[in-house]
């Protein structure tokens, strides 16, 4: 599986962005698929995933409310949508993948096998 993010730029604070996740190839399998974030000398931090199948998701505490991850099956595309952004949103965002089995949507970077290139989001105030 090979994913390619799109959608980041420079956004004023209180803007939003939808960033999309292209995976190549069809999924066949539950993946779980997962947006994460990295932001300069900063540990990368789970946003939120979901499952491919039943559309399962889960969020990050901290990323409750302003976050909403989705998914278009027919285009193999996950998307996270971000909204209020403050600058503390800056970073470089992610969208990884993870085979099955699991118990439920992974939240640590080691977890996921497949990783695009990321997507660099700045918020200026």
């Known amino acids: 599986v090979q994913l390619v993010e799109s959608g980041g730029g420079l956004v004023q604070a209180g803007g939003s962005l939808r960033l999309s996740c292209a995976a190549s190839g069809r999924i066949v399998d539950n993946y779980a698929m997962g947006w994460f974030r990295q932001a300069a000398g900063k540990e990368r931090e789970f946003v939120a995933g979901?499952?491919?199948?039943?559309?399962?998701?889960r969020y990050a505490d901290s990323m409750k409310g302003r976050f909403t991850i989705s998914k278009n099956s027919a285009e193999n595309t996950v998307y996270l949508e971000i909204n209020s952004l403050n600058s503390e949103d800056t970073a470089m965002y992610y969208c990884a993948a993870m085979e099955p089995p699991y118990a439920r949507i992974p939240i640590y970077p080691h977890d996921y096998q497949y990783w695009g290139q990321g997507t660099q989001v700045t918020v200026s105030s």
């Open positions: 979901l499952t491919w199948f039943a559309t399962h998701t």
